[in-house]
């Protein structure tokens, strides 16, 4: 039943894959089709800027991100797709760029244009894209088709270590969040928190439970009923967000179970909510600006009490209900003061402009909720600090 209610709550309260949360895939096939259609203009687009020492090629080594490979050739690395000529399924599955491969700037036409370029023949060695100079020849190509098993060799789009905790949680529920669902009663010994490698004792598993779900060894997550997020604006709640505490293993079936905690984030505890382990979701995103406006709010930070800086999460105010999708750039603006202007002999209140402070990607949507990895930051990033299409 857990199982079943894990995917009827994320079908309910998450998005459609086509909108929302998107569902962990299997191997990728990557398709060189269709390539000649761009992706539409965008707000505010304007002609593509070269970073001011983009290179002529780049050899990929492992270790580069999509995001780190665009900031070497251009000043607004979220335009990458416009200069590849990408097609909306590549935008959203860019498996196709591994260690290796060789990119090269093309300056031949009014627009610069990347190509990836590989070396003619088996055995063949570009020694230019490596020395800057003449070499063996080498052939331009569209990325190929490729069948690779999903983050194996390709490139991610950002590194994942910041983000790797956000991938399958915090968990976005409804307000009754998870009431439902199995819950820690007792404690190793009596102790107040559990940690790591501490025995819990659970209720809830045994009715209706699937029995391949609640059975000994099955894995489960622990979270702290929701927490709300509201708007900074109207002060309403947008979403309920569960706090992931941690994971453990079922060891000994019954009621109560016994449960091991394998891992502990925070501090877990009687009355902690049990939800059956998710599958990563995978990071296939290409950094890239909605097609349209877009204006929201930062409504939590992570890892911070109120302010966070580059390569910190932040929750934004609006998800798939507003056209936000994984990979997508957005603009974080600090919003004017507002002040008395006594400067012409009478008081005046005026709000000053806003100033764009830096660059978030969102990684994760739902419904009317996304999160973001703020990618540069010029001064501290705070709740309340908007977010708009760069």
Same mark, same amino acid.
């Given at each position: 039943?857990?199982?079943?209610?894990?995917?009827?709550?994320?079908?309910?309260?998450?998005?459609?894959?086509?909108?929302?949360?998107?569902?962990?895939?299997?191997?990728?096939?990557?398709?060189?089709?269709?390539?000649?259609? /761009? =992706?539409?203009?965008?707000?505010?687009?304007?002609?593509? &800027?070269?970073?001011? !020492? $983009?290179?002529? %090629?780049? +050899?990929?080594?492992?270790?580069?991100?999509?995001?780190?490979?665009?900031?070497?050739?251009?000043?607004?690395?979220?335009?990458?797709?416009?200069?590849?000529?990408?097609?909306?399924?590549?935008?959203?599955?860019?498996?196709?760029?591994?260690?290796?491969?060789?990119?090269?700037?093309?300056?031949?036409?009014?627009?610069?244009?990347?190509?990836?370029?590989?070396?003619?023949?088996?055995?063949?060695?570009?020694?230019?894209?490596?020395?800057?100079?003449?070499?063996?020849?080498?052939?331009?190509?569209?990325?190929?088709?490729?069948?690779?098993?999903?983050?194996?060799?390709?490139?991610?789009?950002?590194?994942?270590?910041?983000? /790797? =905790?956000?991938?399958?949680?915090?968990?976005?529920?409804? &307000?009754?969040?998870? !009431? $439902?669902?199995? %819950?820690? +009663?007792?404690?190793?010994?009596?102790?107040?928190?559990?940690?790591?490698?501490?025995?819990?004792?659970?209720?809830?598993?045994?009715?209706?439970?699937?029995?391949?779900?609640?059975?000994?060894?099955?894995?489960?997550?622990?979270?702290?009923?929701?927490?709300?997020?509201?708007?900074?604006?109207?002060?309403?709640?947008?979403?309920?967000?569960?706090?992931?505490?941690?994971?453990?293993?079922?060891?000994?079936?019954?009621?109560?179970?016994?449960?091991?905690?394998?891992?502990?984030?925070?501090?877990?505890?009687?009355?902690?909510?049990?939800?059956?382990?998710?599958?990563?979701?995978?990071?296939?995103?290409?950094?890239?600006?909605?097609?349209?406006?877009?204006?929201?709010?930062?409504?939590?930070?992570?890892?911070?009490?109120?302010?966070?800086?580059?390569?910190?999460?932040?929750?934004?105010?609006?998800?798939?209900?507003?056209?936000?999708?994984?990979?997508?750039?957005?603009?974080?603006?600090?919003?004017?003061?507002?002040?008395?202007?006594?400067?012409?002999?009478?008081?005046?209140?005026?709000?000053?402009?806003?100033?764009?402070?830096?660059?978030?990607?969102?990684?994760?949507?739902?419904?009317?909720?996304?999160?973001?990895?703020?990618?540069?930051?010029?001064?501290?990033?705070?709740?309340?600090?908007?977010?708009?299409?760069?």
């Amino acid at each position: 039943m857990y199982a079943a209610t894990g995917a009827v709550l994320a079908a309910l309260v998450a998005s459609a894959p086509a909108r929302g949360e998107d569902a962990a895939a299997a191997p990728v096939v990557q398709q060189a089709a269709d390539r000649a259609a /761009a =992706p539409a203009s965008r707000p505010g687009g304007g002609p593509i &800027e070269l970073a001011p !020492d $983009a290179p002529d %090629r780049h +050899v990929v080594v492992r270790g580069d991100t999509l995001w780190d490979i665009a900031g070497r050739f251009l000043r607004k690395p979220w335009r990458w797709p416009e200069i590849w000529e990408m097609n909306r399924a590549e935008i959203r599955d860019p498996h196709w760029i591994y260690p290796g491969d060789v990119i090269v700037l093309d300056r031949s036409g009014p627009t610069p244009r990347l190509r990836l370029a590989h070396p003619v023949g088996e055995n063949a060695i570009d020694t230019s894209a490596l020395t800057g100079g003449a070499g063996l020849p080498i052939e331009k190509r569209s990325p190929d088709v490729r069948t690779q098993e999903l983050g194996r060799d390709a490139i991610p789009t950002i590194s994942s270590a910041e983000i /790797a =905790p956000f991938l399958n949680r915090p968990l976005i529920v409804d &307000e009754r969040g998870l !009431d $439902a669902h199995p %819950r820690i +009663v007792a404690t190793q010994d009596g102790r107040l928190n559990l940690g790591t490698g501490d025995l819990g004792y659970v209720r809830g598993m045994t009715e209706d439970g699937d029995a391949a779900a609640t059975a000994a060894g099955s894995r489960w997550q622990v979270y702290r009923p929701a927490r709300p997020l509201g708007d900074p604006d109207t002060r309403r709640t947008i979403a309920w967000e569960a706090l992931y505490l941690g994971s453990g293993q079922i060891e000994q079936e019954g009621d109560p179970a016994a449960m091991r905690i394998v891992a502990a984030n925070e501090e877990i505890g009687t009355g902690d909510r049990l939800m059956p382990a998710e599958r990563r979701l995978p990071v296939v995103y290409t950094p890239h600006a909605p097609d349209s406006e877009v204006s929201g709010r930062i409504v939590a930070v992570y890892r911070g009490l109120s302010q966070v800086g580059r390569n910190n999460v932040v929750a934004l105010s609006v998800g798939a209900d507003d056209g936000i999708e994984r990979g997508h750039v957005l603009d974080i603006r600090q919003r004017g003061r507002s002040i008395t202007d006594r400067t012409n002999g009478r008081a005046e209140r005026i709000v000053l402009p806003s100033q764009s402070i830096g660059h978030l990607l969102v990684f994760r949507v739902f419904d009317k909720i996304a999160y973001g990895l703020v990618m540069d930051a010029s001064q501290p990033i705070s709740v309340g600090d908007d977010v708009a299409t760069p």
